[in-house]
T-cell receptor
Framework: AQSVSQHNHHVILSEAASLELGCNYSYGGTVNLFWYVQYPGQHLQLLLKYFSGDPLVKGIKGFEAEFIKSKFSFNLRKPSVQWSDTAEYFCAVKARGSGTYKYIFGTGTRLKVLA | DAGVTQSPTHLIKTRGQQVTLRCSPKSGHDTVSWYQQALGQGPQFIFQYYEEEERQRGNFPDRFSGHQFPNYSSELNVNALLLGDSALYLC????????????FGPGTRLTVT
């Protein structure tokens, strides 16, 4: 069955530290990939997405992610985090079949950035 | 421009009861998807509605059903509630059935006692 794994459930960083959150999926077909963020007290927002083309995608607030097809990975990165990046981050995959598709979310990574 | 809205915000029901949750999509959106998010978990896809029909469905029993109205708003119905149905129910809207970019609502917190 298709699945999405986020290996880091909780991450604590100091401001200005670099961030990398892992995301791996299990599905051999066509995928679209997403990272969503949920700030405290707010609803899910799209951070960035990959459909095709350049495997390095840039999103809002300085985030980027790289799609490595051979590794079934879509890791999220930010060179220097800020206190305001404290949030929960979800990786999601749209697994496309013949005329059908499924959306699969990972379990999320809670990021806490210390000022 | 209003985003995705959901009602009610919170709901408490008893096992065996039925519940209806409502969602109004973002202006200009015609596709609505529903998700269940249990505590500590990521959202799980329930189903998607487009042109008033269920077009895609996740691994949820028939107790979960829905409806989409001509104005694109949608309802999620859950019958014979179980304790395990307690969760945050999220609605997401998009501009096409492909749902490449979904906008999520704040969710309805359902507690089943």
């Amino acid at each position: 069955a298709q699945s999405v794994s986020q290996h880091n459930h909780h991450v604590i960083l100091s401001e200005a530290a670099s961030l990398e959150l892992g995301c791996n999926y299990s599905y051999g077909g066509t995928v679209n990939l997403f990272w969503y963020v949920q700030y405290p007290g707010q609803h899910l927002q799209l951070l960035l997405k990959y459909f095709s083309g350049d495997p390095l995608v840039k999103g809002i607030k300085g985030f980027e992610a790289e799609f490595i097809k051979s590794k079934f990975s879509f890791n999220l990165r930010k060179p220097s985090v800020q206190w305001s990046d404290t949030a929960e981050y979800f990786c999601a995959v749209k697994a496309r079949g013949s005329g059908t598709y499924k959306y699969i979310f990972g379990t999320g990574t809670r990021l806490k950035v210390l000022a | 421009d209003a985003g995705v809205t959901q009602s009610p915000t919170h709901l408490i029901k008893t096992r065996g009861q039925q519940v209806t949750l409502r969602c109004s999509p973002k202006s200009g959106h015609d596709t609505v998807s529903w998700y269940q998010q249990a505590l500590g978990q990521g959202p799980q896809f329930i189903f998607q509605y487009y042109e008033e029909e269920e077009r895609q469905r996740g691994n949820f029993p028939d107790r979960f059903s829905g409806h989409q109205f001509p104005n694109y708003s949608s309802e999620l119905n859950v019958n014979a509630l179980l304790l395990g149905d307690s969760a945050l129910y999220l609605c997401a809207s998009s501009t096409d059935i492909g749902a490449y970019e979904q906008y999520f609502g704040p969710g309805t917190r359902l507690t089943v006692t």
